[in-house]
T-cell receptor
Framework: AQKITQTQPGMFVQEKEAVTLDCTYD???????LFWYKQPSSGEMIFLIY??????QNATEGRYSLNFQKARKSANLVISASQLGDSAMYFC??????????????FGKGMKLTVNP | DAGVIQSPRHEVTEMGQEVTLRCKPI?????LFWYRQTMMRGLELLIY????????DSGMPEDRFSAKMPNASFSTLKIQPSEPRDSAVYFC????????????FGPGTRLTVT
């Protein structure tokens, strides 16, 4: 079963508008972490924001915020005031802890955001 | 800090040849991860090390793949013999295994096996 679901294959947004990128996750572990990464066309993976499962408040990092709805198992990324440089692939990921102490970062399939001038 | 360093950035090789990808993690990070990214399968974790010890290699596709971390500042991923289906972008990432544990990725190695 897919653990991270990103249903939007692609989105378009006008420059300076806000945009929400959807992410739902599936886990039975009470302790987990959620991450968003950006991958521009140049290929590197850039860490954007982190939300811990026990965090009481939604994470924010500059223009990025994470709308964490634990009961719904969703961790949507909100980008305020979009910029042309925000055009990229965006990946949602979840860190799970497994037996023996190992951990894994499981990535969604990503979604492509295009910011139009 | 220079970030995670990977070499080579691009590798083109013929089927059957040995390929070695290299990674230098961020200084002070004690966990290192190797990922493979393809259009079909997305980002897959191949193996990860903690304090230079392989912790989980369940993602390594088959015996042709091997990874080592001889010290805290260097890791290799080796494919022998390489096959066309190994063509992908291989990322190395590192993190400090405390706190939020966000992983920092290297620029990747684009491998093409002809």
């Amino acid at each position: 079963a897919q653990k991270i679901t990103q249903t939007q294959p692609g989105m378009f947004v006008q420059e300076k508008e806000a945009v929400t990128l959807d992410c739902t996750y599936d886990t039975s572990d009470p302790s987990y972490g959620l991450f968003w990464y950006k991958q521009p066309s140049s290929g590197e993976m850039i860490f954007l924001i982190y939300q811990g499962s026990y965090d009481q408040q939604n994470a924010t990092e500059g223009r990025y915020s994470l709308n964490f709805q634990k009961a719904r198992k969703s961790a949507n990324l909100v980008i305020s005031a979009s910029q042309l440089g925000d055009s990229a692939m965006y990946f949602c990921a979840m860190r799970e802890y497994e037996q023996g102490g190992s951990e894994k970062l499981v990535f969604g399939k990503g979604m492509k955001l295009t910011v139009n001038p | 800090d220079a970030g995670v360093i990977q070499s080579p950035r691009h590798e083109v090789t013929e089927m059957g040849q040995e390929v070695t990808l290299r990674c230098k993690p961020i200084s002070g990070h004690n966990s290192l991860f190797w990922y493979r990214q393809t259009m079909m399968r997305g980002l897959e974790l191949l193996i990860y090390f903690n304090n230079n010890v392989p912790i989980d290699d369940s993602g390594m596709p088959e015996d042709r793949f091997s990874a080592k971390m001889p010290n805290a500042s260097f890791s290799t991923l080796k494919i022998q013999p390489s096959e066309p289906r190994d063509s992908a972008v291989y990322f190395c990432a590192s993190c400090w295994d405390r706190g939020t544990n966000e992983q920092y990725f290297g620029p990747g190695t684009r491998l093409t096996v002809t």
